[in-house]
């Protein structure tokens, strides 16, 4: 049994007076907190280099201390690792099978390798599986990995024509065989647009659980998608497949903000691609203060032609770690409305 | 987090079916999310998947009306809890018929009749799942049923204000039209001896099965008159840590494929009392591989024996609470699992003091609802918790982190139902029996063409080809083309390998692996081509989806081996390659088990590629 606690009058000497009733401010500088308690450090092999990181590092942390780059499609910085995509998978000498770089915890005499043939040939499977059943055209980042890695994702054979339109995944397939080997089945199929902010193009999804993490308790707490589905089949949705406007969607957008793919976008991009006059390299970013409350989200502002075409917030930004809400994410319209003063 | 829930409101039936599990709504009482995040044990979210097993039998499918009350009253968003009923395969997220014949067409009964009963069933009902919801009848194809000793098997349920189930087997299409005809009675399945599903049945010797077909299955007076809770009591008297000695002595190891050894999880679990508390034991029964049926025997024909074994098992790790999870495909097993745990509790075999001593231990039921992947250990736990059955990375393994979050114990039924004998005659002598590496007796499921199918036990050390022998021989033509052991995450192993001893290091040296103890011959009448689609099919379906070597790889092999076997000819060059890529990186990479077993069977049968007259036929053209 816990042993009561005194009451807060007994503990807290409120009836005597105050000995001291301000306590002066040291002139000069804030002085800066006490740094925290030195972390342990352990010692690894990677790649036959010796390295010391903070016990408690990743093996990915591990890698970039030494500067060796490591594919990742999963993880960010910002989110727990869900390590799903298998990309970033590295050699443990003693395991039988590779393991995670991005949440595997550095542990003492660990010896690692990062670059061998068994690393390279998952990597390159890996990113084949996905480009050959997801329309990567958008991502940049995979495709750059798929060319280091020389996948070639159309060995698989030509890509599958798309299901018709019914809602993929309501009914298993079960045990027919929707195959017969001639052509590589894809998670092909149209863009969802139901709502004025933001499109869902799951023709593109990799099924990184981001968006999830982001909607669910890693930053919004809205839960308003989630993954559904099993196999192949799994699929990002709300609850029946529900438009977004049904659903607990609140619109903060932090799912695009961490979609990798480009397959969760702004309204205002899709529109732009589609007709052919989003030119990234074009734009320039600019970093502000979010106006609306005093949080004070850093926003970056990229703008094209002049124009406002969508907001970022950088993901090691002290605040909010790169989410946002509705109004800093969407709400910048204003920026060049008509009774505006200039 | 607000919930957000719109869109329909319950019926009367859908607010029963859920208030049968949950208890009647009490006004004002809702689960505080924190309580989910921080104490997800005291929670209720574990209650989810019975809540949806009692949707679902009772209005046919998961209708919004039904999922949205669910939630209000777990606070559970809709979104995730959509996530997770449209993970399980029983379950159906629209509107279908009342009635559902699922048809095994899994390689045991592949073989064995199944394509003739799913073409008549075709014929009067169209293909499968393709009936109209008013119809009021419709079938699918099922993955193995488990009851592949008596093959054809198909599992007939009907939802309604009286639900059940029935698992017929061998089946015909006529008998199964019958049953789900009327869906309001309960067909009366026709009585299969014992002696069907263990030809052993009555022989000395036998450990495991002594008592099978000589008990009442729901009698705890023939259990307690046949030495019932002898090997409690005597465990008590031996104390946790003596209990524990003997299971390490024993070599005992799992039996559910992975060959761990059960003393060092039990001393593990033992061991993290003082830091942790509160730790769970979990016994999987979840025995979903393909032509395994060994512990569905068990748990149907000597329920009390799994139920004393938890029981010591939970009294010598120190666990209060224990979770049974069944597969949710065996119906008569979880019906006297139940029945029995409930038996056990009445009479203070199960609950607060039992025994009158001081000493607590419980049992929950929990069915699973058509996911082979909920075998895996770190997958059966988020399946009990709420959530998706999709496995947890390891480290860190579940005698530190295992459901709930606490230190876990967690074995298989046939691992458990050996520890009586080991409490009872002392680890050494259990010991004495089998080869070194291998100790004690085994369960082994004899399926295909086979004499008499069947579970069989013989003491570890037994070569295959006198297995095959006990059980009267390579049925069929008599000529055998090839071996199925371990199951579909298994070997193929050719006539030449008959003499591979069946124990953990017999297999081993083979490069194979015992697995779950499948033993399946195939005459050389077999397509085996065929065989290795089905087997591609299965691992294609049911991976759960979350690791990208396994989700897309599965869906690759199974490509590439229509290609391979004249699909298309102009890709038969590169599909050798491509199968091994994509074995390696499945075996590599995977999170789970599954994955990295996905490949193995199909490798194993395309390395004796000149042995396996059936490999060579290619695709029939017709199919």
């Known amino acids: ?342 | 987090m607000d919930l957000h829930i719109a869109g329909q409101s319950p019926d009367r039936d859908e607010r029963s079916a859920v208030d049968s599990v949950l208890g009647p709504l009490q006004a004002g009482k809702v689960e505080s999310y924190h309580l989910q995040q921080e104490r997800p044990d005291r929670s209720k979210r574990h209650l989810l998947l019975p809540v949806l097993h009692a949707i679902n039998s009772r209005v046919g499918w998961i209708s919004p009306g039904a999922l949205n009350y669910a939630c209000s009253r777990l606070n559970l968003p809709p979104a995730e809890a959509f996530g997770v009923a449209d993970f399980y395969g029983l379950f159906s997220m629209k509107p279908r018929p009342r009635a559902v014949i699922h048809v095994c067409d899994d390689i045991a009964c592949l073989i064995r009749g199944a394509p003739a009963i799913c073409e008549q069933l075709a014929g009067r009902l169209g293909p499968p799942g393709a009936a109209e919801p008013s119809s009021g009848l419709t079938w699918l194809r099922s993955p193995c049923l488990g009851l592949c000793e008596r093959a054809p098997a198909a599992l007939v349920s009907a939802a309604g204000p009286k639900p059940w189930e029935c698992a017929l087997a061998p089946a015909r299409a006529d008998a199964l039209l019958a049953a789900a005809d009327q869906p309001e009675h309960r067909p009366e399945a026709p009585p299969v001896p014992t002696s069907r599903s263990v030809p052993q049945q009555g022989q000395p010797g036998l450990r495991l099965l002594r008592r099978v077909g000589r008990l009442q299955p729901e009698s705890l007076k023939d259990h307690l008159a046949q030495g019932g809770y002898e090997a409690l009591r005597r465990a008590v008297e031996l104390g946790p840590e003596r209990v524990i000695r003997e299971v390490m002595d024993s070599k005992l190891v799992g039996r559910g494929g992975a060959a761990f050894p059960a003393g060092r999880k039990w001393e593990a679990v033992y061991r993290a009392r003082s830091s942790q508390p509160v730790r769970y034991l979990v016994c999987n029964a979840d025995e979903s591989e393909p032509g395994t049926f060994k512990d569905r025997v068990i748990m149907e024909e000597d329920p009390y024996l799994l139920i004393e074994s938890m029981t010591i098992a939970g009294v010598a790790t120190g666990c209060e609470r224990g979770f049974l999870y069944v597969r949710g495909e065996y119906p008569l097993a979880f019906e006297r699992l139940s029945h029995a745990i409930r038996q056990a509790r009445r009479h203070g075999f199960l609950g607060k003091r039992i025994l009158n001593l001081d000493l607590s231990f419980d049992i929950e039921v929990r069915r699973g609802a058509g996911a082979y992947i909920c075998g895996e250990e770190t997958a059966l736990f988020n399946s009990i918790e709420g959530y998706r059955g999709e496995p947890r990375n390891k480290p860190p393994f579940p005698t530190e982190v295992g459901l709930f979050g606490r230190p876990t114990l967690v074995n298989n039924v046939e691992t458990l139902v050996n520890v009586p004998g080991i409490v009872l005659w002392g680890g050494r002598s259990f010991a004495a029996v089998g080869t070194p590496g291998s100790t004690g007796t085994k369960l082994f499921c004899l399926s295909g063409h086979v004499g008499r199918p069947g579970v069989y036990e013989v003491p570890f050390g037994a070569s295959l080809a006198s297995l095959l022998e006990l059980a009267g021989g390579v049925g069929g033509s008599g000529r055998l083309q090839g071996v199925l052991i371990g199951g579909a995450a298994g070997t193929f192993l050719s006539p030449r390998e008959l003499d591979t001893p069946m124990t953990f290091e017999g297999t081993r040296a083979i490069g194979a692996a015992l697995g779950s103890a499948v033993v399946m011959p195939f005459d050389d009448s077999v397509d085996l081509s065929r065989i290795l689609l089905r087997i591609a099919a299965f691992f294609r379906d049911e991976s759960c989806g979350q690791c990208v070597p396994c989700r897309v790889g599965t869906v690759r092999q199974e490509e590439a081996l229509f290609r391979l076997f004249g699909g298309d000819v102009q890709g038969i060059g590169q599909a050798p390659l491509q199968l091994a890529e994509i074995g390696q990186v499945m075996s590599d990479a995977s999170i789970c088990g599954l994955g990295h077993t996905a490949s193995s069977a199909i490798q194993s049968a395309l390395a004796r590629w000149d042995e396996f007259s059936g490999l060579r036929q290619g695709l029939n053209p017709d199919h």
């Open chain 1, 1 to 342: 049994m816990e042993k009561k606690k005194p009451a807060i009058q007994e503990r807290l000497p409120f009836n005597e007076p105050a000995p001291c009733p301000t306590v002066p401010v040291p002139p000069g500088p804030i002085p800066a907190p006490p740094p925290a308690a030195p972390r342990d450090q352990v010692t690894l092999t990677v790649d036959d280099k010796t390295v010391r990181v903070p016990e408690g590092s990743t093996l990915l942390e591990a890698c970039r201390t030494l500067g060796i780059d490591t594919p990742t499609l999963c993880y960010l910085e910002n989110l727990n690792p869900v390590n799903v995509c298998r990309v970033c998978v590295v050699e443990l000498e003693g395991s039988r099978t590779l393991v995670p770089a991005c949440s595997r915890r550095v542990e003492n005499g660990m010896v690692i390798r990062t670059d061998s043939e068994r690393v390279r040939l998952s990597r390159r499977m890996v990113l084949e599986f996905l480009a050959s059943s997801v329309n990567v055209s958008t991502a940049p980042e995979l495709q750059a990995y798929l060319e280091q890695y020389g996948g070639q994702p159309e060995r698989f054979g030509p890509a599958a024509p798309p299901e018709a339109a019914e809602e993929p995944g309501t009914e298993r397939p079960a045990v027919d065989c929707p195959t017969d080997g001639r052509t590589a089945a894809t998670v092909a199929q149209p863009v969802k647009i139901d709502n004025d902010l933001y499109i869902r193009d799951y023709s593109k999804c990799i099924l990184c659980y981001k968006c999830v993490q982001a909607c669910g308790e890693e930053a919004q707490n809205t839960f308003a998608i989630a993954v559904a589905g099993r196999g192949f089949d799994s699929r990002i949705s709300t609850e029946y497949s529900v438009p977004l406007p049904d659903s607990a969607c609140v619109y903060c957008g932090n799912c695009i903000g961490v979609c990798p793919t480009g397959a969760l976008m702004f309204k205002s991009e899709y529109d732009m691609r589609e007709a052919g006059t989003w030119k990234e390299s074009d734009q320039e970013r600019t970093d502000t203060i979010c106006p609306y409350c005093g949080v004070g989200c850093t926003l970056t502002l990229h703008v094209q032609e002049n124009q406002i075409v969508k907001v970022t917030s950088p993901l090691d930004q002290e605040v909010t770690r790169g989410h946002l809400c509705i109004k800093g994410r969407f709400g910048w319209q204003f920026v060049r409305g008509k009774g505006r003063k200039k």
